[in-house]
């Protein structure tokens, strides 16, 4: 999960600099080690696949050029950099949780 965080942070700091075509490709690397992290918990995966798809849609235009595939590469790095952080403050509230309880 590191490189697939790694690559969408890279990659959202190269559509920031709108290096289009170099964000997109690293969106799709990430996508890929995302899936391959987890292609076991089906629940997680549907959930980053569902919310790509919905920030696709609702941040990027839609069309079938080399643009638009880009921005679905960017969708994905979007998608990881929020789930890893969700994850990580998710995990944070449980550890403190577990230490107030003890």
Same mark, same amino acid.
């Given at each position: ?21 170099a964000? /997109? ?6 996508g890929?080690?995302?899936? #391959?992290?987890?292609?076991?918990? $089906?629940?997680i995966?549907a @959930?980053?696949?569902i919310?790509a798809a919905?920030i696709?849609l609702m941040y990027?235009?839609?069309d079938?050029?080399f643009?638009g595939?880009m921005?679905? /590469?960017?969708?994905?790095s979007m998608?990881?950099?929020?789930f890893? #952080?969700?994850?990580?403050?998710? $995990?944070?509230?449980?550890? @403190?949780k577990?230490?107030?309880?003890k």
């Amino acid at each position: 999960m590191k490189y697939a965080f790694i690559l969408s942070i890279l990659s959202l700091v190269l559509y920031h600099d709108t290096f289009l075509s170099a964000a /997109g490709v690293l969106g799709y690397v990430a996508g890929i080690f995302f899936l #391959v992290t987890y292609r076991e918990k $089906s629940s997680i995966l549907a @959930i980053g696949c569902i919310a790509a798809a919905i920030i696709t849609l609702m941040y990027f235009s839609w069309d079938f050029s080399f643009e638009g595939y880009m921005h679905i /590469g960017i969708a994905w790095s979007m998608t990881i950099t929020a789930f890893v #952080v969700i994850l990580t403050l998710v $995990s944070l509230v449980m550890k @403190i949780k577990e230490k107030l309880t003890k």
